[in-house]
């Protein structure tokens, strides 16, 4: 608990209008779309400059609790979730577009301003922000670039660190920075810039961010592929990347997955197959037919049965937006749902495929799969019930060995979602404790006293990390957890 | 285990709140947290108070109380979510039980049953009450009615929403359409159907109701129109008075020879939506249960009706008066997002020649009137109405058409404040006009 004294000095800073502490906000505010994870926290504020965000991680320092920021709270590995005795940190109401720099092709904007939205203006006067998160109608920039976010244009157009020019943050210790900026190029130094990217909330506040943008592609086509075997859609995969071919998205679902879209999303997907691939080609309009064509060509080679071709943008738009749903659909057949996002080199992706599968039978789990086939990014979705306490227990021995698996053909635990809360254990478990020690360091030397987003991608150790506890409880819950001996 | 996916029907109620693993999907859909970007005022936030009430009981707080009705209750997050929570069913039980508690302020509940559970409840009534508010909009009315304003104002009811107030018909609908009327002549008849006039269909917009008839007869109907109806319960039933709508319901019931026809037609979305839930409005223990699923079973909005019965047709012909006149659809919340029709209205526009149908960014945006929040909320509705007005304006629209008496009102007040020439139709008296004979 923060003490009274504490909250009324939080209160002040921000002015009672941005300060809440009901029941009811300290609810909705427990969670994000993370599953299983959630917690209370003591208030929540939303600072309206950043003056106010500095003060507030100043007093954090002095008076010992910690602050959690929050954009809309769409993550999913809980970055956003609350610790013990912290403040939680709003930046989506700062939602402005604060420069549109057409001579160097930038876009300056508030860290709240939600992807989608910054896409669809960027869009209108001729330019194109690729990257594209599963919910990008409703994550903030700022989110995205503290989880380094991916999405379905991966592929081609890479992820958000690859966009991301420069930005204003605050630093756990309540000092004001900028870092990098309109350059293309910039080597003065470490680059710290990467460093704060996909950081996950722990390093510090963005407040202002520079991006880059590209000119809008002239034109786009997508083509669905049906298979009636989940192998043959993997190896067509391989099979188009090895052919020259980059398309913007190539994505994949299996059977389970094409059900429930389809039950939400009514676009006509038949529900008897076994795979299917979602290709799309952008680029200038004769390139973009002959990609089209060849990859159609490829994936009937390899088994498709069909070929859909979109015939118009508002079709292709639903495609893309029911894939993008995949997650939460999948929410229909069960009472919890587990998305995870082990990712492999996109060659070991049929190999992959068949291990998630094997290990879901021998677990006698159920699991719906999708994901960014084209570059290696995948969601194996376990479909479970989090009352049944032995199903759960095999649910997590299950991704002990998807992720080993993953690890054992060159790939890693987590592509696009971040570590957090969700991920922590098997962080741990499959780095190295140097590497792991250099992270707790880089930790410590930003954030002496864990102050901001405690916690998350590593837990905090009592023993050797972060102020002494003040109250006796705290003391008693540490020492419970072999702390101190 | 098998491996089959269950369909979300299968599920019991508690666990059907459990469906939401609150992914934030809803949030860019909700128009309350668009004015607030409060968690708390979003889709996903309210089931998680909702959720935890019910996990833990307890009195309801002020806010809780505050955020269920701050709902517009608009469904676009039904629409929305992928994983198929049902958020209106649980904001309807939710705020069933809020009126069971009787928590709500005694002003506010004292008016509230003065309008649900008397006003509402007969058609002299509601006439009456029709008839005195639209004289009061009349320069000589207001001075008439001044002191009884001056009255209410002090009692804080909601005077200065005249703008939004209905012209009253001379005539009721009912009084002016026969039990009985045969298809045109000349028309291929093919299906014999019941029209149910409403009630404030049948008061304030009888001409909608006299229109949406002869539409139906020249398409080839016979209507039936039962004498005896009133009320289908949708205004009751959403603002959590579910006895007496079960109550007007079971009237409704009542009145139609189901069996004997092959539709029953309703022309304002929100009643066509609540009484397709009339099957689950009575449990299946309930004796009407049976009478009230196949009511919701034959029962249809005007406006897919009318998509079956034009579909196909080459021989329309617009009257030239509408030639390359621009018309655009705003979806009633209760069209889209509970009944889930969005191309049927579309269908239709676009089957008459001539028109010039542009869509309407943000159509299935919610204008703010939902029921009675234009007079509960005023405020919040006049920035959502706002919102909308814009983009009428911004397509240059001559026609706005929708499908809901509340739409109409709100509409036709946003146009009026901001002097825009814009009409504002029903579909179904559009289609009377501008189909030449």
Redesign the interface.
């Known amino acids: 608990m923060i003490s009274k004294t504490t909250l009324k000095k939080i209160r002040e800073i921000v002015g009672s209008a941005h300060y809440f502490d009901?029941?009811?906000?300290k609810?909705?505010?427990?969670?994000?779309?993370t599953?299983l994870y959630e917690q209370e926290p003591d208030a929540i504020v939303a600072p309206r400059s950043v003056d106010q965000i500095s003060k507030i991680l100043r007093l954090a320092n002095s008076e010992a609790f910690s602050v959690v920021p929050r954009g809309?709270?769409?993550g999913l590995s809980g970055g956003s979730v609350p610790v013990d005795d912290c403040v939680v940190l709003l930046t989506?109401?700062w939602?402005r577009i604060l420069e549109i720099d057409e001579k160097n092709l930038t876009v300056t904007v508030e860290p709240g301003i939600?992807t989608?939205q910054l896409q669809s203006e960027m869009e209108k006067i001729g330019y194109l922000y690729p990257p594209d998160p599963g919910?990008s109608?409703?994550?903030t920039i700022g989110g995205n670039v503290a989880e380094n976010a991916g999405g379905i244009r991966g592929l081609k157009y890479g992820v958000t660190k690859n966009y991301v020019m420069g930005f204003e943050f605050v630093l756990p210790s309540g000092e004001v920075m900028m870092i990098g900026g309109k350059n293309v190029k910039d080597v003065a130094g470490y680059n710290l810039k990467d460093l704060l990217i996909g950081s996950e909330g722990t390093l510090g506040v963005f407040t202002k961010i520079v991006l880059r943008l590209i000119p809008k592609p002239e034109h786009s086509r997508t083509v669905l592929a049906y298979f009636d075997r989940s192998s043959n859609s993997a190896e067509a995969v391989s099979a188009i990347t090895a052919s020259k071919i980059t398309p913007a998205a190539l994505e994949f679902m299996d059977k389970?997955t094409i059900?429930?879209?389809e039950?939400?999303?009514h676009l006509g997907l038949p529900t008897t197959i076994e795979a299917l691939l979602l290709i799309e080609v952008d680029g200038r309009r004769g390139e973009v037919e002959e990609d089209l064509a060849a990859a159609s060509e490829i994936c009937r080679r390899h088994g498709a049965g069909t070929l859909r071709v979109s015939q118009s943008i508002s079709e292709a738009n639903q495609l893309r937006t029911a894939r993008k749903?995949?997650?939460?659909?999948l929410?229909?057949?069960?009472?919890t749902?587990i998305l995870e996002d082990a990712t492999v080199p996109r060659s070991e992706v049929a190999p992959m495929l068949e291990q998630i599968n094997s290990i879901a039978a021998k677990h006698?789990?159920?699991f719906g799969n999708f994901g960014h086939a084209g570059d290696g990014n995948l969601h194996p979705t376990c479909l479970t019930d989090e009352h049944d306490k032995d199903e759960i227990h095999r649910t997590e021995l299950a991704f002990h060995e998807i992720y080993s698996a993953a690890l054992r053909l060159g790939g890693t635990i987590t592509g696009e979602h971040g570590i957090g809360l969700s991920k922590r254990k098997f962080l741990e478990h499959h780095t190295s404790s140097t590497q792991m020690d250099l992270m707790r360091s880089l930790k410590a030397i930003f954030d002496p006293n864990m102050v901001l987003n405690p916690g998350k991608i590593f837990s905090t150790r009592p023993r050797c990390e972060g102020p002494l506890p003040i109250s006796k409880a705290k003391l008693n819950k540490y020492l419970e957890m072999g702390a101190y001996c | 285990?098998t491996?089959e996916?269950?369909?979300?029907s299968e599920y019991l109620f508690a666990?059907l709140l459990?469906?939401?693993?609150?992914?934030?999907?809803c949030?860019?859909t909700c128009p309350t947290y668009a004015l607030t970007?409060s968690?708390?005022s979003?889709p996903?936030?309210r089931l998680?108070?909702i959720r935890?009430n019910r996990e833990h009981g307890g009195p309801f707080?002020k806010?809780?109380l505050s955020?269920m009705y701050f709902c517009l209750e608009c469904l676009a997050c039904e629409s929305a979510?992928?994983?198929?929570v049902q958020f209106g069913s649980f904001m309807e039980s939710t705020r069933a039980e809020i009126t069971a508690q009787k928590v709500l302020p005694l002003r506010t509940r004292m008016i509230r049953a003065a309008f649900l559970n008397w006003i509402f409840q007969a058609r002299p009534r509601l006439k009456f009450m029709s008839w005195l508010l639209s004289k009061g909009k009349t320069v000589g009315g207001a001075r008439i009615f001044k002191p009884l304003y001056r009255l209410g104002k002090r009692f804080g009811l909601p005077v200065r929403l005249l703008g939004l107030i209905p012209d009253s018909s001379s005539h009721t609908s009912l009084t002016q359409i026969s039990e009985f009327l045969p298809a045109s002549e000349g028309s291929t008849q093919r299906l014999r159907v019941g029209f149910v006039t409403g009630c404030v269909m049948d008061i304030s917009f009888a001409d909608v109701n006299l229109d949406t008839v002869a539409l139906l007869r020249d398409l080839g109907c016979d209507v039936v129109t039962p004498k005896n109806q009133w009320c289908c319960g949708s205004v009751h039933a959403h603002q959590g008075e579910l006895e007496v709508a079960q109550r007007m319901a079971e009237d409704l019931l009542k009145s139609f020879d189901i069996d004997s026809l092959d539709a029953i037609v309703l022309n304002a979305a929100g009643c066509s939506g609540f009484v397709k839930k009339y099957g689950k409005l009575f449990e299946a223990d309930n004796e009407l249960h049976v009478r009230a699923s196949a009511f919701s079973k034959k029962s249809v909005d005007v406006v897919e009706l009318l998509d079956e019965l034009l579909r196909g047709r080459s021989d329309l012909r617009l009257n030239p008066m509408y030639q390359n006149k621009r018309v655009t659809f705003d979806d009633p919340c209760h069209l889209i997002h509970a009944q889930k029709i969005k191309s049927a209205p579309r269908a239709v526009i676009r089957s008459i020649p001539g028109l010039d149908f542009v869509e309407l960014p943000e159509a299935d945006w919610c204008c703010g009137s939902a029921g009675v929040y234009n007079i509960t909320h005023h405020d919040d509705s006049m920035k959502l109405l706002d919102r909308k007005i814009r983009h009428v304006a911004a397509i240059r629209a001559d026609i706005v058409l929708t499908s809901n008496p509340g739409c109409i009102i709100q509409l036709k007040h946003g146009l009026a404040e901001r002097g825009l020439k814009t009409e504002v139709l029903h579909l179904a008296t559009f289609l009377r006009r501008a189909l030449a004979a």
């Open positions: 009901s029941p009811e906000q609810l909705v505010y427990s969670y994000d779309a599953p809309s709270g769409s989506n109401h939602d939600i989608g919910s109608g409703i994550c389970t059900r429930c879209v039950e939400y999303a749903a995949a997650f939460a659909a929410a229909r057949v069960r009472p749902t006698d789990l159920m | 285990m491996n996916p269950r369909h979300t666990d459990k469906l939401c693993i609150h992914c934030g999907l949030l860019p970007k968690e708390r979003s996903r936030g998680k108070l935890h707080s806010e809780f955020e979510c992928p994983a198929g």
